[in-house]
């Protein structure tokens, strides 16, 4: 099983709950747009806690980089992750995940769940193919989104947002619904899906009442 020590390289705050983690690449790691690893603390009690994360960086960058979301009230690995300074260390195993870009659709994600998408989004802005699909982002408000400004920059009309617990001009509001998918999938057959378990498991629903078929939709398999 591989397995590597990394040293984190710099830290930063994205939102309010999320935070950027840049570490050292190991020589010939190498990863698709969309996968990830098990990431665990090299600190006594947490070498054996692993917990699955995406790369948000692209294999041509020089470092490995992680978009994560700190869960301050909960006793356990990522409320460690937000001590941690520059100079810590992680381990990170070996790459997996099934969420991969199959060609242009509709990416929908809620909240963290943007995570393997991120990777994919800077890809196909590298290859100027960003254009051609759409991300339907869901979160609880405005200053839950990730990587807004970077979003908006290279997505421009197809950056589509709902919030859930906040009005606000510009943002739909409430939950997915079928017809905002309709109104907002521009044609295309090919779904991406990441999120919170309960929003996954109403939008396939969603789809299936769509007509879109199951090899369709490309997620995470657990």
């Known amino acids: 099983m591989e397995e590597h020590i990394v040293k984190i390289l710099k830290i930063e705050q994205v939102t309010h709950n999320v935070k950027r983690f840049t570490v050292e690449k190991p020589e010939g790691y190498k990863f698709i747009p969309g996968q990830a690893t098990e990431v665990a603390i090299n600190k006594p009690g947490f070498v054996d806690e692993r917990r699955p994360f995406t790369f948000t960086s692209l294999n041509q960058w020089s470092f490995l980089e992680f978009i994560i979301k700190i869960y301050s009230d909960h006793e356990g690995v990522t409320k460690k992750l937000g001590t941690l300074k520059e100079g810590d260390e992680l381990i990170i195993h070996d790459v997996w995940g099934t969420i991969n870009y199959k060609g242009p659709g509709v990416f929908i994600a809620g909240g ?32 839950d ?19 859930s617990d906040q009005q606000s001009n510009g943002y739909a509001h409430g939950l997915i619904t079928e017809k905002f998918i309709k109104e907002n999938s521009g044609g295309h057959k090919i779904f991406y899906l990441c999120g919170p378990p309960a929003m996954m498991e109403t939008v396939e629903k969603q789809l299936a009442n769509m007509n879109v078929d199951k090899d369709s939709i490309v997620k995470e398999a657990f």
Request: proline content about 2%; charged content about 30%.
């Open 145 to 163: 989104i990730i990587l807004k400004d970077e979003f908006e920059k290279i997505l421009d009309k197809n950056f589509v947002n709902i919030l």
């Open 112 to 143: 963290a769940g943007i995570t393997p998408f991120i990777a994919i989004f800077r890809d196909l802005h590298a290859k100027n193919e960003i254009d051609k699909s759409t991300l339907i982002f869901a979160n609880k408000t405005e200053a």
